[in-house]
């Protein structure tokens, strides 16, 4: 009988369908996982279809911002910026989280000092435990390393979801989070309506807000464009 010893640095842990069995046998971080846990399948399905409409945004002063030079700006903000994305319902706010989630994904093959990882959360999901508490057990389910080679990126959904009691309780949590040395940036949406957005101007004083814009009839006719439906 030949025994044949097997090490980690024997598995191409750069792939991520490779990481699963990486982790298994070596306890190392399972990144794939832990980037796809709070995923949801429909919201990545109409993110990711052809005739998905590219959202707009505002800044403060009307100015218009694209998703592109958004998600540069996440990538590149200086350590714990907080941003807020505000929206009427049904504007796009998960949507939009969602698909930020999907183009944060690391590169594992072209990994630098610091690999940024964005963490999808829905707020209301957090339930009895705090954010922290619920943050912390992710990374543990995934063995995610706090002390190592990681920087995240939080985007928390549905900050005008909670009552007034748990949103003060979620967000002595996110300025906890925001204190952390591997915090890169927190992103918050929320309706721009809700009265949470009030107790959040409490907590932080350096806010970037970004408005999603209305659908104007250009978008509503680029969409059916998309879907080849000429009439209608």
Request: net charge negative; with cysteine.
């Amino acid at each position: 009988m030949n025994i044949e010893w097997i090490t980690a640095n024997q598995i191409e842990v750069e792939v991520l369908s490779n990481l699963d069995l990486a982790s298994m046998y070596f306890y190392l971080e399972d990144i794939g996982g832990f980037l796809g846990r709070n995923l949801d399948v429909m919201n990545v399905t109409e993110v990711k279809a052809a005739e998905h409409l590219d959202l707009s945004f505002s800044d403060p002063l009307e100015e218009i911002v694209e998703f592109s030079l958004l998600l540069e700006d996440i990538k590149y903000t200086s350590n714990s910026t907080i941003f807020c994305l505000r929206g009427g319902a049904g504007s796009g706010k998960t949507l939009l989280l969602t698909k930020l989630a999907l183009h944060l994904q690391p590169n594992l093959d072209l990994i630098s000092e610091k690999i940024k990882l964005p963490v999808l959360i829905r707020l209301r999901d957090c339930g009895n435990k705090g954010l922290e508490e619920y943050i912390f057990h992710k990374k543990q389910e995934y063995n995610i390393n706090t002390q190592g080679n990681f920087q995240f990126i939080y985007l928390l959904d549905g900050l005008d979801e909670l009552n007034d009691q748990k949103c003060i309780e979620v967000l002595y949590d996110i300025h906890s989070i925001s204190q952390k040395e591997d915090t890169k940036c927190i992103v918050i949406s929320s309706r721009e309506s809700s009265s949470n957005l009030i107790l959040l101007r409490n907590y932080f004083d350096n806010i970037k807000y970004l408005k999603i814009n209305q659908i104007i009839y250009s978008d509503i006719e680029n969409y059916f464009n998309k879907k080849e439906i000429l009439k209608k």
